[in-house]
C-alpha cells in the first residue's frame, strides 16, 4: 500500500512502535504499510516513519510504551496491488482500531478550487490532492453592476470547472480565491478594475455563505506567484518577483520559499509604485503610477484621450473587428502589426514605466528571479522581453546584474492554481 500521510482525526493505540514524524511529504515508502497494518489490526510495530508534520503526532511517550494519539489521514495509491475504495488518490480516514482493513472508511477526495478574478476574466481550477488538474472553466468578469453579480459568476464559474472534473461542491475542501485590492483578513477592497470592488468588504466570507465551504482570500498576483513559484517560470528559487499586465499591473512576492503578503496584506501593489512625479493619470485616482502607464485599462483611456485630441489610430476599428468590447491585449497586438504609431507609443511607454519600476523592486528586495506575465507580455512575445531587459538592466544597482527576467509559464490559469495551493495549504495548519 503507497501512502501518504497528511491529517485527519485521532487514531489511538499503536503500542511499542517508535514513529518518527518528518516534514517532507514526498517520502512515501514501505515502512509507511507497516504503520498502517499495525494501527489496522492492533499489532506493535518495530520502527515506522510517518510522513507527516509533527503536528499530527501527540501525546509521544519516550518510555517506550508507545504513542497515545496519532492523527493521520492517508491518500491511498494502492492496497494489495489494487485500487484503493473510490479509486486511486481518494482520501481514506483510519477511524476506531478494529481488527480488519474495515475500519478504512472513505473520505472524500481531496479537492480545492482556484479562483483567479480578473479584470477581464474570471478562471477557474479544480486541484486534487496529487496538484492534478481535473477541470476549468472561464467566464467573462463583469463590467457593470455590484458585488453581487461578479460573485454570482465567481459560482456559476466555479460549479462548471467541477461539472467538468465530475466532483460536486460537497466534496471541496476549500475554495482559494485570488482578487485584485489590498486583502486584510478576509476582506479587500481598493480595486478599480471590478464593480464595486473599491470600498473594503467581507469577500471571504460572502463567498464563503455561497459556495459553502471554506474559503481562502489572496490576492490576484500574489496567487499567480503562488502558482509559478510552484510549478512554472518561479521553480527553483526561493525570492522571486512576479509581475503581471494585464487590466492593472500587480506583483506577488515569494520570499525565503514563501509568499509574502505584508504586515496587513497590501505587498504587491506594484502598479501603484510612482515612477513619473505628477505623470500620467492612474485608474486609483493618483499620477504617474506603473499602471497609469502600463496597465491595459489605462492604456485604452490614453488612446481614447488621444484620438480625441487628434491623432489617427486602427485601434478602436479592430477592437470592433474582433467583437471585443474594449482594446484587448490581442487588439494592440494586431495594431503593433498593422503598423499602427499609436499602439506603438503607448506599448513604449508601458515598456519605459515596466523597466523603472521592476529595477526599483530588484533593488529593494534583491530577488533571484523576476518573472513577468499577463496579456500584454504573452501576446507581445520575444519583443516584448528584449525590450524590458533593456529597461530594466541600466537602472538596476548591482552591476553586473544577477537577477534573471523570464516569460511566466502557466498563462492564465496560473492565478487559479495558486489560489487553489493556498487554500489547500490553509487547511492543513
Keep these: 500500500m503507497e501512502v501518504a500521510v497528511v491529517r485527519g482525526p485521532d487514531v489511538e493505540g499503536l503500542a511499542g512502535a517508535d514513529v518518527a514524524a518528518a516534514d517532507d511529504a514526498g517520502g512515501v515508502d514501505g515502512l509507511l504499510l507497516q504503520l498502517v497494518d499495525a494501527l489496522l489490526q492492533r ?4 520502527r515506522a516513519r510517518c510522513v507527516a508534520p509533527d503536528r499530527l503526532v501527540r501525546g509521544f511517550r519516550g518510555d517506550g510504551t508507545g504513542i497515545g494519539h496519532l492523527s493521520v489521514l492517508v491518500v491511498a495509491i494502492a492496497v494489495d496491488g489494487k485500487p484503493p475504495p473510490g479509486g486511486p488518490g481518494r482520501a481514506v480516514r483510519l477511524g476506531s482500531l478494529r481488527s480488519d482493513r474495515r ?8 479537492l480545492t478550487v482556484g479562483v483567479d478574478l480578473g479584470g477581464m476574466n474570471i478562471q477557474t481550477l479544480v486541484l486534487d490532492g496529487d496538484d492534478t488538474t481535473l477541470g ?6 463583469p463590467t457593470q453592476g455590484d458585488k453581487t453579480l461578479v460573485l454570482d459568476v465567481v459560482s456559476a464559474a466555479v460549479h462548471e470547472a467541477l461539472g467538468e472534473a465530475q466532483h460536486e461542491i460537497e466534496e471541496v475542501t476549500a475554495v482559494g480565491i485570488g482578487t485584485p485590492g489590498v486583502v486584510i483578513d478576509g476582506t479587500v477592497g481598493g480595486a478599480s478594475n471590478v464593480p464595486d470592488w473599491y470600498d473594503r468588504f467581507g469577500l471571504a466570507d460572502l463567498a464563503r455563505d455561497l459556495l459553502g465551504v471554506p474559503v481562502r482570500l489572496a490576492n490576484d498576483v500574489t496567487a499567480a506567484a503562488v502558482g509559478e513559484h510552484h510549478s512554472g517560470a518561479g521553480r527553483g528559487t526561493d525570492h522571486l518577483l512576479v509581475i503581471m499586465v494585464g487590466t492593472g499591473v500587480g506583483a506577488g512576492l ?3 520559499g514563501q509568499p509574502y503578503e505584508g504586515a496587513v496584506g497590501g505587498a504587491g501593489e506594484f502598479g501603484h509604485t510612482v515612477v513619473v512625479r505628477d505623470g500620467a493619470v492612474c485608474p486609483c485616482g493618483r499620477r ?8 491595459r485599462r489605462a492604456m485604452a483611456f490614453a488612446a481614447e484621450r488621444a484620438v480625441a485630441a487628434g491623432r489617427e489610430t486602427v485601434l478602436f476599428s479592430i477592437q470592433d473587428e474582433f467583437g471585443h468590447l474594449r482594446p484587448t491585449s490581442t487588439v494592440f497586438k494586431a495594431a503593433l502589426d498593422r503598423g499602427d504609431e499609436l499602439a506603438a507609443d503607448l506599448i513604449e511607454e508601458a515598456i519605459a514605466a515596466l523597466g523603472v519600476g521592476i529595477a526599483s523592486a530588484v533593488n529593494l528586495l534583491d530577488v533571484d528571479a523576476v518573472v513577468v506575465g499577463g496579456g500584454l507580455a504573452d501576446r507581445l512575445g520575444d519583443a516584448f522581453f528584449i525590450r524590458l531587459e533593456a529597461a530594466m538592466r541600466p537602472n538596476l544597482f548591482l552591476q553586473p546584474p544577477h537577477v534573471r527576467l523570464e516569460r511566466a509559464q502557466l498563462g492564465d490559469f496560473a492565478g487559479a492554481l ?12
Excluded at 136 to 141: C, E, S
Design 254 to 256: 515569494i520570499l525565503n
Design 136 to 141: 476549468t472553466a472561464r467566464m467573462r468578469t
Design 43 to 46: 499489532r506493535p510495530l518495530r
Design 103 to 110: 475500519s478504512i472508511v472513505e473520505e472524500r477526495t481531496v
Design 288 to 295: 504617474g503610477c506603473v499602471e497609469a502607464y502600463a496597465g
Design 418 to 429: 495558486g489560489a487553489a495551493l493556498l487554500a489547500r495549504d490553509a487547511t492543513r495548519r
